[in-house]
């Protein structure tokens, strides 16, 4: 049933001359037929690059509209149109507003897991892998980080020069996680190393041998001489690299890591967008592409 539906997904990609997107996160079934992979701005990114003027994105929202902010002129579809992330909604731009008027000498960092709206009123993009670059290299001293406090603290850490100041938001999904599941994760797997996402707490993250976003992890795996890992983001990553390596082991740091928004898209959905009959298109307007895409230009220009 599965490869029937892959079948019809590759079939009809071709017919219609459309780009499957898929992050990481994805189910195997969907990464299997996808075009592109990878983290959010990876994706973004390499679906500039990508000759169809259709794509059909499978992961959550903000993702499909970072798409549609680096490709104006391409047709975004979101496969699942309920697919949201928690994270990227959780301030209101007008927060984000007056505090800039509170604070206008405090450039505002946001996330990239952030809405297209939240971006509009920021200074500055970062990734989980450019953040500490793109920090160090803002001539402000101090700022404000959104939404992510867990993230946000791993750069203060790594630049102690800086003063970040931190809004009371992140990942549910990264945040759950505690030092008692590292504590039982080190019993049940001793010598096994453990590489974390920077979404997860301070208290994890202090236990790492490993912090990187999720690119980073699976490179990591994929090059350590190790043999055996206790993985510290979304379970799917503990899944493709056990696919990946069969002769390596690796263990999900908890039960926990589990993004309900991601796995909300099936491959029946993709299908669906790809076929016409379902998904839904990203549509943002001319002002709101403008103001968005100012901050990711930022990075970029701060990232090279
Ligand atoms: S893992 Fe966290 S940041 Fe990523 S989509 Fe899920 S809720 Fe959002």
């Given at each position: 049933?599965?490869r029937?539906i892959?079948?019809?997904?590759?079939?009809l990609?071709?017919e219609?001359?459309i780009?499957?997107?898929?992050?990481t996160y994805?189910?195997?079934?969907i990464l299997?037929?996808?075009?592109?992979?990878?983290?959010?701005?990876?994706l973004?990114q390499?679906?500039?690059?990508a000759p169809?003027?259709?794509?059909?994105?499978a992961?959550v929202?903000?993702?499909?509209e970072?798409v549609?902010?680096?490709?104006?002129?391409?047709?975004v579809?979101l496969?699942h149109p309920?697919?949201?992330?928690p994270?990227?909604?959780?301030?209101?731009?007008?927060?984000?507003?007056q505090?800039?008027?509170?604070?206008p000498d405090?450039?505002?960092v946001?996330?990239i897991n952030?809405?297209?709206e939240?971006k509009?009123?920021?200074?500055?993009?970062?990734t989980s892998?450019?953040?500490?670059k793109?920090?160090s290299?803002?001539?402000e001293?101090?700022?404000?980080?959104?939404?992510?406090?867990?993230?946000?603290?791993?750069v203060?850490?790594?630049?102690?020069?800086?003063?970040?100041?931190?809004?009371?938001?992140?990942?549910?999904?990264h945040?759950g996680?505690?030092?008692?599941?590292v504590?039982?994760a080190r019993?049940d797997?001793?010598?096994?190393?453990?590489?974390?996402?920077?979404?997860?707490?301070?208290?994890?993250?202090?236990?790492?041998?490993?912090?990187?976003?999720?690119?980073?992890?699976?490179?990591f795996a994929?090059?350590?001489?190790a043999?055996?890992?206790i993985?510290g983001?979304?379970?799917?990553i503990?899944?493709?690299?056990t696919y990946q390596?069969p002769d390596?082991?690796?263990?999900m740091?908890?039960?926990?890591?589990?993004?309900?928004?991601?796995k909300?898209t099936?491959l029946m959905d993709?299908y669906?967008a790809?076929?016409?009959?379902?998904?839904?298109e990203?549509?943002?307007s001319?002002?709101?592409?403008?103001?968005?895409?100012?901050?990711?230009?930022?990075?970029?220009?701060?990232?090279q």
């Amino acid at each position: 049933m599965i490869r029937e539906i892959q079948d019809k997904i590759i079939a009809l990609k071709k017919e219609k001359n459309i780009c499957l997107v898929a992050h990481t996160y994805q189910a195997s079934e969907i990464l299997e037929v996808a075009d592109i992979k990878g983290d959010s701005f990876v994706l973004s990114q390499k679906a500039q690059l990508a000759p169809e003027s259709t794509v059909v994105l499978a992961g959550v929202r903000f993702m499909a509209e970072g798409v549609k902010l680096l490709s104006p002129d391409k047709k975004v579809i979101l496969a699942h149109p309920d697919a949201g992330c928690p994270m990227a909604e959780q301030i209101a731009p007008e927060r984000v507003r007056q505090y800039k008027k509170e604070h206008p000498d405090h450039p505002i960092v946001a996330y990239i897991n952030t809405t297209a709206e939240l971006k509009a009123v920021c200074d500055v993009c970062v990734t989980s892998s450019t953040a500490v670059k793109i920090v160090s290299r803002l001539p402000e001293k101090e700022m404000l980080f959104i939404p992510d406090c867990n993230l946000g603290d791993y750069v203060q850490r790594q630049l102690p020069d800086k003063k970040i100041n931190l809004w009371l938001g992140g990942c549910h999904v990264h945040a759950g996680v505690t030092e008692r599941d590292v504590i039982n994760a080190r019993k049940d797997h001793p010598g096994a190393l453990l590489l974390v996402h920077p979404e997860c707490v301070p208290e994890v993250v202090a236990h790492a041998d490993f912090v990187g976003s999720t690119s980073a992890i699976l490179e990591f795996a994929a090059q350590s001489d190790a043999n055996e890992f206790i993985i510290g983001t979304e379970m799917s990553i503990s899944e493709h690299l056990t696919y990946q390596f069969p002769d390596k082991h690796f263990h999900m740091l908890s039960k926990k890591l589990v993004c309900p928004n991601m796995k909300i898209t099936s491959l029946m959905d993709v299908y669906r967008a790809i076929a016409g009959t379902g998904g839904e298109e990203i549509i943002l307007s001319d002002e709101l592409m403008r103001d968005a895409r100012r901050p990711i230009d930022k990075m970029i220009e701060l990232g090279q």
